[in-house]
């Protein structure tokens, strides 16, 4: 089956600590995304791939940081600089990147820190 | 990249056409409008996208007039299971992606 998988589902951590979310996706696609959603509001974009070894700053990067080593995974890092880091994180692939490439998301991953 | 406007919220009962419109005034020339669905605790789904004119797909159908500043989804006799955030993307390719905050559409027994 072909497709994009998040994990783990839910995640705890405490303050201060950075905390790793998981992204593979096994569809071949060059550009891979990253997504934030707060409770009641739409997705605010923090990182984006266009292809292996480049990415670039979305609308919200600050205290997020990822890599794009290979093109299957696209692995988001919240550091303890993230003030508020508490939302539902969505990843998601496409052939091409830009908004005329239909998106692919994964389950997505929620994330609270107390 | 062209900013869109959609009503926050709607209302209908099942049974019912119900239509979305994205206005998007300064769509460029190689932009092309996307809808997706979105349920709670879910990624957006892809439903459609076209460039002018109509189109039609076994979800939905979307409608764009010839000076494409707005576009209209509309989805047939809507049943309680439509009940979802729908967002409107317009752009083209090797452009950052802005989703927005989507309509909330409510579809009532």
């Known amino acids: 089956d072909g497709g994009i998988t998040q994990s783990p589902k839910y995640l705890f951590r405490k303050e201060g600590q950075n905390v790793t979310l998981s992204c593979e996706q096994n569809l071949n696609h060059d550009a891979m995304y990253w997504y934030r959603q707060d409770p009641g509001q739409g997705l605010r974009l923090i990182y984006y791939s266009q292809i292996v070894n480049d990415f670039q700053k979305g609308d919200i990067a600050e205290g997020y940081s990822v890599s794009r080593e290979k093109k299957e995974s696209f692995p988001l890092t919240v550091t303890s600089a993230q003030k508020n880091p508490t939302a539902f994180y969505l990843c998601a692939s496409s052939q091409g990147q830009g908004a005329v490439y239909e998106q692919y998301f994964g389950p997505g991953t929620r994330l609270t820190v107390t | 990249l062209a900013k869109t406007t959609q009503p926050i919220s709607m209302d209908s009962y099942e049974g019912q056409e119900v239509n979305i419109t994205c206005s998007h005034n300064?769509?460029?020339?190689?932009?092309?409008i996307t809808w997706y669905q979105q349920f709670p605790s879910q990624g957006p789904r892809f439903i459609i996208q076209g460039y002018k004119t109509k189109v039609t797909n076994e979800v939905a159908s979307l409608f764009i007039p010839a000076d494409r500043k707005s576009s209209t989804l509309s989805l047939p006799r809507v049943s309680l299971s439509d009940t979802a955030v729908y967002y409107c993307l317009v752009g083209g390719g090797y452009q950052k992606v802005t989703f927005g905050i989507g309509t909330k559409l409510q579809v009532i027994p």
């Open positions: 300064n769509i460029a020339t190689n932009d092309y």
